[in-house]
């Protein structure tokens, strides 16, 4: 059977609920999500179900981490049928604060001030990869992430591994400001054809549905090359760049091969990597990756 569910939207009622878990001495776990809700958010509630005693999914469009011109606006609002799935596999808290009290001032990523005046990411994760391309956007992230690990005072966060740079970035962020949070990551889950879980993944067209499985299949290739030994790292990254193309996509930001842990260019020495590509049909942004080990580690 279900449990019940609580929903908050008042901050001073987070506070007061904390207070209370506390009290107890129970295991809080947070699922910082926007919303709109699938399968993939559903694999992070189950893994926080096994690891805590209370589960507390966020519910938050977070303006500060749009950059002008993207989907904010148009981000599909399902809070109901969020809710009514979320009670289903047993959530006691959804947290769906009001944009006006996250943000009293309602900055937003097209306000320079804002970027000047919140939480500032480690800059060596932050101007690469996806932080390259969408400027300020994981200020916007690690703002809003901070502001939940402050309302919600959990002990394990749990987040999923398709935003790979997201978890290491919010994972040096809780090393560098010394919170005794538990920061837990999530396998990405897929489609049966391959293609990583998303919220976006609706945007796309049948045709454009069709293609986004093939970055998978691409990765998976790349990975072989590893595992065979090739080490021409920038080489591997434009003949992918240019099977992209080929194969369909409209643009690549980048496909990239980087340590798993550091996020910094791999050495020819290094015998585990994590490959990551971020590509777009039409308007839409799709970001994978995978962690690939040498097939003899020595």
């Given at each position: 059977m279900p449990s019940h569910l609580?929903?908050?939207?008042?901050?001073?009622?987070?506070?007061?609920?904390?207070?209370?878990?506390?009290?107890?001495?129970?295991?809080?776990?947070?699922?910082?999500?926007?919303?709109?809700?699938?399968?993939?958010?559903?694999?992070?509630?189950?893994?926080?179900?096994?690891?805590?005693?209370?589960?507390?999914?966020?519910?938050?469009?977070?303006?500060?981490?749009?950059?002008?011109?993207?989907?904010?606006?148009?981000?599909?609002?399902?809070?109901?049928?969020?809710?009514?799935?979320?009670?289903?596999?047993?959530?006691?808290?959804?947290?769906?604060?009001?944009?006006?009290?996250?943000?009293?001032?309602?900055?937003?990523?097209?306000?320079?001030?804002?970027?000047?005046?919140?939480?500032?990411?480690?800059?060596?994760?932050?101007?690469?990869?996806?932080?390259?391309?969408?400027?300020?956007?994981?200020?916007?992230?690690?703002?809003?992430?901070?502001?939940?690990?402050?309302?919600?005072?959990?002990?394990?966060?749990v987040f999923g591994q398709k935003?790979?740079?997201?978890?290491?970035?919010?994972?040096?962020?809780?090393?560098?400001?010394?919170?005794?949070?538990?920061?837990?990551?999530?396998?990405?889950?897929?489609?049966?054809?391959?293609?990583?879980?998303?919220?976006?993944?609706?945007?796309?067209?049948?045709?454009?549905?069709?293609?986004?499985?093939?970055?998978?299949?691409?990765?998976?290739?790349?990975?072989?090359?590893?595992?065979?030994?090739?080490?021409?790292?920038?080489?591997?990254?434009?003949?992918?760049?240019?099977?992209?193309?080929?194969?369909?996509?409209?643009?690549?930001?980048?496909?990239?091969?980087?340590?798993?842990?550091?996020?910094?260019?791999?050495?020819?020495?290094?015998?585990?990597?994590?490959?990551?590509?971020?590509?777009?049909?039409?308007?839409?942004?799709?970001i994978d990756n995978i962690v690939?080990?040498?097939?003899?580690?020595?």
């Amino acid at each position: 059977m279900p449990s019940h569910l609580t929903v908050i939207r008042d901050l001073d009622d987070m506070y007061h609920q904390r207070a209370r878990w506390k009290r107890e001495g129970l295991v809080v776990a947070l699922v910082p999500t926007m919303g709109n809700l699938h399968e993939g958010h559903f694999s992070l509630v189950k893994l926080a179900r096994k690891k805590a005693d209370r589960v507390v999914v966020s519910i938050f469009v977070n303006p500060l981490q749009f950059a002008r011109g993207e989907d904010f606006e148009h981000y599909p609002r399902t809070l109901k049928q969020d809710i009514q799935a979320l009670t289903l596999l047993g959530v006691d808290l959804v947290f769906a604060p009001e944009a006006t009290q996250v943000y009293p001032e309602q900055i937003d990523m097209a306000n320079e001030a804002a970027r000047a005046t919140t939480i500032v990411p480690p800059a060596f994760l932050t101007n690469m990869l996806c932080g390259a391309n969408r400027l300020g956007h994981f200020t916007g992230v690690t703002t809003i992430v901070g502001k939940l690990f402050h309302l919600v005072a959990p002990d394990i966060a749990v987040f999923g591994q398709k935003d790979y740079q997201q978890v290491a970035i919010i994972r040096q962020m809780i090393y560098d400001l010394n919170w005794s949070i538990k920061l837990i990551t999530a396998p990405t889950s897929r489609t049966e054809d391959g293609l990583a879980l998303s919220s976006r993944n609706q945007y796309l067209t049948i045709e454009q549905r069709v293609i986004a499985p093939r970055i998978y299949r691409t990765l998976l290739t790349l990975a072989e090359r590893l595992r065979d030994g090739d080490r021409q790292y920038e080489k591997l990254s434009r003949q992918m760049t240019t099977t992209f193309k080929t194969i369909g996509f409209d643009e690549v930001d980048y496909v990239e091969i980087r340590h798993p842990n550091t996020l910094m260019p791999s050495l020819e020495t290094d015998r585990c990597w994590v490959l990551l590509v971020a590509v777009r049909l039409g308007k839409t942004r799709l970001i994978d990756n995978i962690v690939v080990e040498a097939a003899f580690l020595s």
